[in-house]
């Protein structure tokens, strides 16, 4: 597939009158102007220097810098590096982009200034990258009687020294190229000199802002990237040319070198993730100048080892890495006195944190992609894993998602995306629902963004999805008949389950929002698919349906089960199907373990998770995408037992939105000891829970503003206000 993307432009174009525009905050009114080098060169991988010298007689206590480009960019003022991989990649809906607010007041002076801007123009499409087909940036600071703005005063050059790595390129999901710099074209420290003098007059873009192919710009919903500093490797080994060096977990990284050696030299960067089974993923290349030298490489990779190839004449001084990420902290933790269980959730929450930047991948390196099947495993992971600003991120996925409806009601992911559009029906109908937007408004206490979606949501559950003469929603293919990921078994059991679920989510916020007809509606059609489901699928031994002539399936009696269609008089006999069956995948494993905590069989679900996990943990520090170690080794949809583990083990989990109100009711099977840590909007819930016999000591500290419900003997609950108690459970 061509990785230029110029020649899609007029296409796009034509596709913005078809898709909603998306929910955000009223919009800035920009008086700068969109600048680039040269109308042409608009290809892939096209790396493009801006500066300007500014006169500031006296700096203002704030100045506010608004940066908005296509792709990502670097900024420095007066030589010192203020932003590093600034920007996010296009797509709050389709045809627009994001800005980036800055404070830049502390990095000004009296007197003359120097601001200089790098951008790296993807040029490309991806499944989470959506390119307006112009090498664009766009630069507005303003502060007391500062006044900076991108326009035909600034300079501007493409830089020479970059270009595309020779051999493969990056597959065809992600939007990045693979780097050379070859140092040999040297331009200077442009960003903090006069140099070069071939620098020239920027080019205004006929282009306003708001107007498309850049489209409206949103502002950045999501902090900028947490920078761990240039770090020393764990260990360094050689292997021929290659220095192999570890680091302490699979990470995101950029590589750094310092060198002595002859002009020409070709050094190749790659991790031991440059490759996932057949597809490329993001590698960099370094051609040496005369001298000792030192470089980083701009974009991320991940992984868990860097590999250096350097060839004969180059004498390597120093290696080290830089990890960045995602503004978070991993706050959470859980261990128990099961070593495998303790270390699933170590790797869980690792695996987590690797896949999330821009939005949350499904894995970091193959794909970079926000599919919602994904994400609706991963925001739960985030409430247990992770500090409250991963909250963020999950919010910017919501707003996308509807914002790239399509004007006949079909939603689909990944969005943001610029190559891919088909819908995944089963995966929609879990993302807006009670898995999805539910859960995210319940644990988060964010219901802000209800008001926004509720329409577009309403409008797919209802337009969109038809129900039969029954009343059961209609079977949809989509673009893709996608129930799992794995093998299609009873998927026409399933869809009514999901669907279910979905309207489950719906009716919440029509609640909310007094929207009482609509609820009454919902309601009816929800009691409707209950009672036909359990008339037509229920066989008196498991859930089957007709098209299913082979053995019942695990997936369709969990859904029945956690969406309460299934009742306890079916537990028994749905506890024989769990038994035997194992056709869930990595993705729907979450929902047999919950069900089977529903069911009140803790020792069941363990045994469960002991059978499977072993088979996607090995050496390294995350989990793999299946079963058996297939697919990428970083695929966080697979840490879904993060939910179960704190919130059933150890039995943490809210009862009014946001964790104001939450109860400990530890379901902790054959395990006699569990610490475990949740980190809330109003401080850390930490639980310790020593089991001896039937009964569990149990310490909990209760963060301020909130109150703990614990399960007491018949069937009592115990209220606990703020601070450290010691109850029996």
Known sequence: ?????????????????????????????????????????????????????????????????????????????????????????????????????????????????????????????????????????????????????????????VLPSYKLASGPQPNYRLPESNVCYDARKYSGDWYKSDNPKFMGRALVLGVAPGQAPLGKLVERPIPQWKDYGLKEYVSTTTRGDTLCCRMPYNCQMTPYFKIDAPAGLLIKLETDHKKVDTEECVRGEYITKGGVQEYEFPAWMNGEVMYYIVPEGVKVLDVKYRETGYDASLSGSFECDDELLSEYWKKAQRTLYVCMRDTYYDCPDRERAQWWGDEVNELGEAFYALSRSSDLLARKGILELTAWQEQTGEMYAPVPCGNYFRELPMQILASVGWYGFHNFYYYSGDSSFIAMVYSPVRKYLHEVWKLDSDGMPVYRTGGWDWPDAGEHRDRYAQLPLWYYLALKGELCFANMLGKTQDAAEISSIMNNIADKFNEKFWNGTEYRSPQNTDVPDDRVQALAVVSGIAGPDKYEAIKKVFAERYYSTTYMFRYVLEALFKMGEPELAMDRMKKMYPTVMNDYSTLYEHWNFSGSSNHAWTGSGIILLSGKVAGIEPTAPGFRRFRVAPQMGYLRHVNCTVDTNYGLIKVTLDRKGKRINASITVPEGTTCEVPASGGKTILLSAGEHKVKI
């Not at 002076?109 to 801007?117: A, D, F, Y």
């Not at 087909?133 to 035909?152: K, R």
């Open 1 to 157: 597939m061509s990785r230029i993307f110029s020649t899609l432009l007029p296409a796009v174009v034509f596709l913005l009158a078809s898709f909603q525009s998306p929910a955000s905050s009223e919009e800035y009114s920009w008086r700068a102007k969109w600048i680039s080098k040269e109308p042409s060169r608009f290809v892939t991988n096209t790396w493009t220097a801006f500066r300007k010298k500014v006169e500031i007689s006296s700096v203002p206590s704030t100045v506010t810098a608004r940066i908005a480009v296509d792709s990502k960019y670097w900024l420095w003022i007066n030589g010192e590096m203020v932003v590093r991989e600034g920007g996010l990649k296009r797509g709050p809906a389709l045809g627009d982009g994001y800005y980036d607010k800055v404070e830049i007041a502390p990095y000004l002076k009296p007197g003359e200034n120097r601001i200089s801007v790098l951008v790296w123009y993807f040029g490309c499409a991806g499944f989470s990258h959506h390119s307006s087909g112009m090498a664009a940036m766009l630069f507005e600071a303003e502060g007391d009687g500062v006044h900076i703005l991108s326009d035909e005063t600034w300079e501007a050059s």
